[in-house]
């Protein structure tokens, strides 16, 4: 329960709100910018007074800015900078008020729990529920199931917890269907789930399809169990950037198949560890079919997976196909099994070479069968290895961009052609994602990439809270109340260290946690006379487009600009840094049947591109090298670019 304002920090913001009145005589400058009935007191008013000292030249008002404000009232405004002032720390004993009515990013107050005592008819379906801690509940259920469909959908920041679930159960199934679809900054904790369970199935279909930062965790997960099959069907496709976790998944189990079918399809940057799986396991039958297909430098590692394991199969089919780049290590995989079978059917035919590290591999083993039919890739790393047992097949090194099976057709689909007439992987180059000046001409007809925000909805804090609150990452978990092992605590490390980085070679930047910072930084950069612009809208996007009226900034000079992109945290924070020797354009983009305006884009051309890596996508697409061309963009969604004033 949050803590009781008490009288001395009422008056302190009381007095704080005074001295906000007095220190800004020129409010009257606010009003004539304002509307007529706008309070002085607001973000807004406090930023377009802060814009006009700044920014001294009658401009326009920073609507992009202006739009990203908190909607604190003046009087909790108030309150919440006195409480910053005194102490950061305090904002948390009023955290359930500051994250509703700053709208920022914060985890749920207080999951519903469901233990053993509570627990529900076998038959019970368990539609719309989220933020939920399941101890004990299921535990040493007789037959029946529990279904969970639409659990936690289209939420930000959902939590979940299944301890101990289904524990010594006895044939109890379990169905987990749309589980939190669409989510952002995903976290699910399975421990001990179904562990020393007999019988019964457990099925995972379409589990977070299109979640954005997921954090997954299964640790024990059928532990001990007996003859229990477990499926992941369609298991983080298409997500972004995200972590699974399986510690200790079917550890000293009896019979226990587990089948990954589309698992992390189509998903950018995702991350799976699969430590101790299978461990001491007698009977374990795993397959991978489709694992990581056309995904965005997929990592994996395998770490003792079916170490000490019994008469146990693997198979790893179509594994990381046509994806970009990727990782994978295999370490002390089936070290000391008997009898033991693993098949890699076409693994690792990326699209761009990734790495793979194979140590200790099936190392001790007895009666064990390894086979690698089709494994393309430069790999010297098969280290201490079972001499003997390990056949490979059609194993080649990369000295051409490698094709799919020939058996399927739905691989070729994630191939796009380029104007040099090659084909590469969607992942490496989206169309539209680069292009040429030329192109950005009124009638042309492009691409238009995916300029959707990502990001989940936040706001900016006033500066008074956050230019108080210490920017590190244990201070900011520890006041808004985030789990370091959570998807927003990694988001939030993350973040700090990128900010933390040293600047690159040439670069000027800096991560504002304020509107007001932001401000700041550009015109320490360009000067008292600057403009911020944005794509207007989303629309177009995903779709061919027809560009209409087109003009170049600063009549199409180039300049120097400031850019500023979005970071995870729980209040906005921009990563803003300097960015010379570019032309921004805007123009007009129409519908291509109908000829109608339906967004207003703004375009940022780096003509100096000597400094960039010939690996950079924009080369691929366009089929030249660094310092050879200009490369062009759009300004996504939440994005922005500051320019000298025209």
Same mark, same amino acid.
């Given at each position: 329960m949050a803590a009781a304002t008490s009288p001395s920090v009422s008056f302190s913001a009381l007095i704080f709100l005074l001295l906000y009145l007095f220190s800004f005589r020129q409010a009257d400058v606010a009003a004539a910018d304002a509307s007529p009935a706008e309070n002085p007191f607001t973000a807004r008013a406090a930023l377009i007074r802060y814009w006009n000292r700044k920014v001294p030249t009658n401009r326009g008002q920073p609507a992009f800015l202006l739009a990203k404000l908190s909607p604190l009232s003046a009087l909790d405004s108030a309150t919440f900078s006195s409480l910053a002032a005194a102490d950061p720390a305090s904002l948390s004993l009023r955290l359930p008020v500051l994250c509703a009515a700053a709208r920022i990013l914060c985890?749920?107050?207080?999951?519903?729990?469901?233990?053993?005592?509570?627990?529900?008819?076998?038959?019970?379906?368990?539609?719309?529920?989220?933020?939920? @801690? *399941?101890?004990? !509940?299921? +535990?040493? =259920?007789? $037959? %029946?199931?529990?279904? /969970?469909?639409? &659990?936690?959908?289209?939420? #930000?920041?959902?939590?979940?917890?299944?301890?101990?679930?289904?524990?010594?159960?006895?044939?109890?199934?379990?169905?987990?269907?749309?589980?939190?679809?669409?989510?952002?900054?995903?976290?699910? @904790? *399975?421990?001990? !789930?179904? +562990?020393? =369970?007999? $019988? %019964?199935?457990?099925? /995972?279909?379409? &589990?977070?399809?299109?979640? #954005?930062?997921?954090?997954?965790?299964?640790?024990?997960?059928?532990?001990?169990?007996?003859?229990?099959?477990?499926?992941?069907?369609?298991?983080?496709?298409?997500?972004?950037?995200?972590?699974?976790? *399986?510690?200790? !998944?079917?550890?000293?189990?009896?019979?226990?198949?587990?089948? /990954?079918?589309? &698992?992390?399809?189509?998903? #950018?940057?995702?991350?799976?560890?699969?430590?101790?799986y299978g461990e001491s396991a007698s009977g374990a039958n795993d397959s991978f079919a489709s694992y990581g297909f056309d995904g965005n430098v997929p990592e994996n590692n395998f770490r003792s997976y079916g170490a000490g394991g019994n008469s146990g199969s693997e198979s790893f089919a179509s594994y990381r196909d046509q994806s970009n780049v990727g990782d994978d290590s295999f370490s002390s995989y089936v070290k000391g099994g008997n009898a033991e079978a693993v098949e890699f059917v076409n693994y690792g035919n990326s699209f761009n070479p990734g790495s793979d590290s194979f140590k200790g591999y099936a190392e001790g083993s007895a009666k064990h069968k390894v086979t690698f039919k089709g494994y393309a890739g430069d790999n010297t790393t098969f280290k201490s290895y079972a001499k003997s047992g390990v056949d490979f097949k059609s194993y080649r090194n990369f000295s051409v961009n490698p094709s799919s099976s020939s058996e399927g057709d739905s691989a070729g689909a994630s191939l796009v052609s380029l104007p040099n007439g090659k084909s590469t992987n969607r992942w490496l180059v989206e169309p539209g994602k680069f292009f040429r000046e030329h192109d950005l001409r009124r009638g042309s007809v492009m691409p238009m990439p995916d300029i959707r925000d990502k990001m989940p909805p936040r706001s900016f804090l006033p500066r008074s809270i956050s230019g108080r609150i210490p920017f590190s990452a244990a201070d900011v978990r520890q006041i808004f109340a985030i789990r370091e092992d959570t998807a927003l605590g990694k988001a939030v490390t993350d973040t700090v260290a990128e900010c933390e980085r040293a600047p690159s070679r040439g670069e000027t930047k800096r991560c504002a946690t304020s509107a007001e910072d932001v401000i700041d930084f550009a015109v320490s950069v360009l000067g008292s006379d600057v403009v911020v612009r944005s794509?207007?809208?989303?629309?177009?996007?995903?779709?061919?487009?027809?560009?209409?009226?087109?003009?170049?900034?600063?009549?199409?000079?180039?300049?120097?600009?400031?850019?500023?992109?979005?970071?995870?945290?729980?209040?906005l924070v921009y990563y803003c840094h300097s960015v010379p020797k570019v032309r921004v354009y805007e123009a007009d983009i129409l519908a291509v049947d109908s000829k109608e305006k339906i967004n207003h884009g703004v375009a940022i051309c780096h003509i100096d591109t000597s400094a960039w890596s010939p690996s950079h996508g924009a080369f691929v697409a366009l089929g030249s090298k660094p310092g050879m061309i200009e490369v062009c963009h759009w300004i996504f969604e939440g994005d922005m670019t500051w320019t000298v004033a025209d």
């Open positions: 985890n749920p107050a207080d999951a519903n729990t469901y233990s053993a005592d509570s627990r529900k008819d076998d038959s019970s379906a368990f539609a719309a529920y989220q933020n939920s @801690n *399941f101890s004990d !509940y299921g +535990s040493g =259920a007789k $037959g %029946g199931s529990n279904a /969970f469909k639409n &659990y936690s959908d289209d939420l #930000n920041v959902p939590v979940d917890s299944f301890r101990r679930y289904s524990r010594d159960s006895v044939r109890h199934n379990e169905s987990f269907a749309s589980y939190a679809p669409d989510g952002n900054v995903v976290t699910a @904790n *399975f421990t001990s !789930y179904a +562990s020393s =369970a007999t $019988g %019964g199935a457990g099925e /995972f279909s379409s &589990y977070d399809h299109e979640a #954005n930062v997921p954090n997954l965790k299964f640790t024990n997960y059928d532990a001990a169990a007996a003859a229990r099959k477990r499926s992941f069907s369609s298991y983080s496709d298409d997500s972004n950037a995200g972590d699974q976790s *399986f510690a200790g !998944y079917g550890k000293h189990g009896n019979s226990v198949p587990t089948s /990954f079918k589309s &698992y992390a399809e189509n998903s #950018n940057v995702v991350g799976s560890s699969f430590a101790g794509t207007a809208s989303t629309m177009g996007s995903k779709t061919d487009i027809l560009i209409g009226a087109v003009s170049g900034v600063n009549g199409g000079k180039v300049t120097k600009a400031v850019s500023c992109h979005q970071s995870l945290f729980p209040y």
